[in-house]
C-alpha cells in the first residue's frame, strides 16, 4: 500500500501561495486556488488537487494563463451576468462567478452567470456546493478540450464538459452530481493499458469503430459517452450552454493540454433560491424522506453500500482532522520537490502508517 | 412493411377533443393535449402520439386524471412560479407553465416554473421547444414512476425522469436533446423478448444482479442507467429539481401505470433569453459553426449520417404536408376505434403506399 503524509492546511495553501507568487499570480488569486485543490484534495480527488498545480505552472510559463487577470463585467442584466475572466485561471474567475450567482438567487430566486476567457476551474462539485452551502441549489458546467466524438464518428471535435449539481440536506454535507459526459476517463483507459489490463466493453472504440476490450486498441481509438447518443447529445448541449453563449470558444476551437493559445474555456453558474418554493426546513426533510427512499432500497450483495453522488467523497473529507490534508506519496514527493525548485521550506508532515 | 394512412391535422384533433369533451375535458384543454400529441406523431414518435390517449382515457375512468382541473398559482415571486396543476393532464398545466417561464425569461433574463400535481406531460422536448421558437434557451424535466435502481440495489425506487434542452438555430428547426436516463427503454426490451432476441449487454441486469443479453432475464431484473451511477446520480437530480421542490410526489411514492392513485408528477421548467448574453444572431451563426463542426468530423462508415439531437424528428416533421399528418397502420386502427366506440365520424384518410 502507498504510503501518506499529513500536512497542514495552512502550510499546503501557503507553498501553493508562495510558488504562484513567483510566478506573477497575486496572493488572493493564489489563496483561492490554493483553497480549491485543498477541497479536492481532502475529498480523495487527487487528480484535482495540489498535483494541478504542474500543469499550471507550465500553461503560466507558456503564456497560457495570464497569472494577473482583470475580471470584468461583460453583460449585467437583473439576473443575467456575463463575466471576461482575462485569460487567467479559471479558479479565480469561476469563485467570483458563482459568488455573484448565488447573491442573485438569495434576492431575485434565480442568478445566472456566464464566464469566458477563462481556464481549467478544476472540480465543477466546487461551485455548485459554494451554493449548496448557502441552501440555494447549485448548477455548474463547463466546456472542455476535445475528447468526444459524436455518435458515427471517430474523432473528438467536443469536450467531455463536466457538470454539477448540488443539493443542500440536513446530513451535514450536500448531495453532490460531479459528473463528465464519458463512461470511463481517457486516463483511466491509460492505466489499464500500462497494466496490460483490459477493459470493460462499452468504455471505448478501436480505430476501426468497434467496440474494444482491449486498452492498447482503445487508446487508438475513442471514449464512448454514456448512453452512446445521449451523452453525445448532452456533452454538445453543455458546449452550447457554456462556450456558444458565453462568446468562449467551443467545440474543437478549444485548444488540447499540449497545444499553445489561449484556452478560453466558458462556463455557466446557476443558482436556485429554494425559498422561492418552499420553506427550507421543508426542503430538507423531503430529501431525506428520498434519501432513506435510496438507502433503504434492497441491495444486490450485503457488503455494497448504496451511495449518494458525492458521499463517498465527502465521507473522505469528513474523516480527516479539520486542519490537515493526508496526502498519498506521490503527491507528497511532487510537494517536496516543488518547494526545493522554488527554494521554499517543506511544509512540516508525518508519515501515516 | 406497415401501410399508413394521412388525415388532417384539423381531423386528429377534432377527433380527440370530441372524445375527451365526452368525458368532460374542456375543449381548450383537450385542444392542448392533441396538438401536443400531433407534435409527436407528426416526429413519428407514436409512442407520444395519438395513441396515448388509450391511456388517459382509462386514466380519467379510473379517477386518476381530473378532466376538468383549475390550474392555481402557488408561488409568484419575481423569476419564480410555482403551480399546481389540480390532478388535471399534465398537457394543460404544463403548456401554461412554460408560456410563463417564456415570458419571464423575455423580461428577466430567466424564468423558472415549477408544477406539483400533475400527470405525464408528454414528449419534454414539446415544451423545451416552444422556448426555442420564441428565440429562448429552453430547459425541461419531469420525474416519472419507479424504473431506475440506485447503483447496487435492483429495485426501481427511481424514475427514468426524462429532460429535455432546446436551442434555437438558424436551420429552421432548433436542436433538441430529448433524452430518459436508462440505456434503453424497459419497453425496447419486452419487444426482444417477445421476438426471442437477445439485447446487447449493459441494457440490464438479471435478478442476480448480473449483466444480461437475454430479453426475458433482463425483464426479471432490471434496467441500467446511461453509465451506470451516473445516469442514476442524473435520474436522483431530476427528482429532487421536479419531485423534491415542486411539492410533488418523488422516488418510489409516484404510483406506476397500473396503480390507481393520483399521480401527483412534478415538473420544472426553465427559459432563458440568449439576448441577455449576446445578440440573437451571433448566437446563431456560433451554433452554426459548431453544427459545422459536428458535421464535418469524419464518418466511422459512409453511409452513416451524424445527426444532431432531434434532428431526425425534425426532418420526419418537415417531410409531411403541413395540414395533415402519416400514421401508421396500427394507429390508425386505434383511430377507427375509438370513433366508433365514441359514435363520432373517422377522420377523412388516404391509404398511402
Known amino acids: 500500500m502507498e504510503k501518506s503524509y499529513s500536512i497542514y492546511n495552512t502550510d499546503y495553501i501557503q507553498l501553493g501561495r508562495q ?28 487528480t484535482h488537487g495540489f498535483y494541478r498545480l504542474d500543469t499550471y505552472i507550465q500553461q503560466i510559463k507558456r503564456g497560457n494563463i495570464n497569472p494577473n487577470p482583470k475580471i470584468t463585467k461583460v453583460k449585467d442584466h437583473l439576473n443575467i451576468k456575463l463575466l471576461d475572466g482575462d485569460d487567467g485561471f479559471g479558479y479565480v474567475v469561476s469563485q467570483y462567478a458563482m459568488e455573484e450567482a448565488i447573491a442573485i438567487s438569495e434576492n431575485r430566486g434565480v442568478g445566472v452567470v456566464g464566464v469566458r ?14 451554493a ?45 452530481l460531479d459528473i463528465a459526459n464519458s463512461v470511463s476517463a481517457r486516463g483511466k483507459i491509460r492505466l489499464k493499458a500500462l497494466n496490460g489490463e483490459s477493459i470493460p466493453l ?40 457554456t462556450g456558444v453563449l458565453t462568446g468562449a ?32 426546513s421543508e426542503f430538507k426533510d423531503r430529501v431525506d424522506e428520498l434519501i432513506k427512499i435510496v438507502k433503504s432500497a434492497p441491495k444486490i450483495r450485503e457488503e455494497i ?26 503527491i507528497f514527493n511532487f510537494i517536496h520537490a516543488l518547494s526545493t525548485e522554488y527554494h521554499l521550506p517543506l511544509p512540516k508532515n508525518e508519515l501515516l502508517i
Open 132 to 176: 449548496a452551502m448557502r441552501n440555494q441549489i447549485g448548477i455548474v458546467m463547463t466546456n472542455a478540450s476535445p475528447a468526444i466524438a459524436p455518435t458515427g464518428s471517430l474523432k473528438p471535435v467536443l469536450g467531455n464538459n463536466p457538470w454539477s449539481i448540488s443539493i443542500p440536506t440536513h446530513l451535514g454535507y450536500p448531495i453532490t
Open 249 to 280: 470558444k467551443f467545440g474543437n476551437q478549444v485548444p488540447l493540454v499540449d497545444q499553445d493559445g489561449k484556452r478560453n474555456n466558458g462556463h455557466l453558474f446557476i443558482s436556485l433560491d429554494i425559498k422561492a418554493f418552499m420553506e427550507l
Open 305 to 330: 453500500d448504496i451511495l449518494l453522488p458525492g458521499e463517498r467523497e465527502w465521507q473522505t473529507k469528513l474523516s480527516q482532522e479539520q486542519d490537515k490534508v493526508k496526502l498519498p506519496e506521490r
Open 19 to 46: 510558488v504562484l507568487n513567483q510566478l506573477n499570480v497575486p496572493s488572493r488569486h493564489a489563496e483561492i486556488v490554493m483553497e480549491n485543490l485543498l477541497d479536492s484534495d481532502k475529498k480523495g480527488i487527487y
Open 202 to 241: 462499452g468504455w471505448a472504440l478501436n480505430e476501426n469503430g468497434e467496440p474494444t476490450t482491449d486498452a492498447e486498441e482503445a487508446l487508438k481509438g475513442v471514449i464512448l459517452p454514456i448512453g452512446d447518443y445521449k451523452g453525445y447529445g448532452i456533452t454538445l448541449m453543455i458546449d452550447i450552454l
Open 117 to 130: 476567457k477563462s481556464n481549467h476551474f478544476g472540480a465543477a462539485a466546487y461551485y455548485a456546493e459554494m
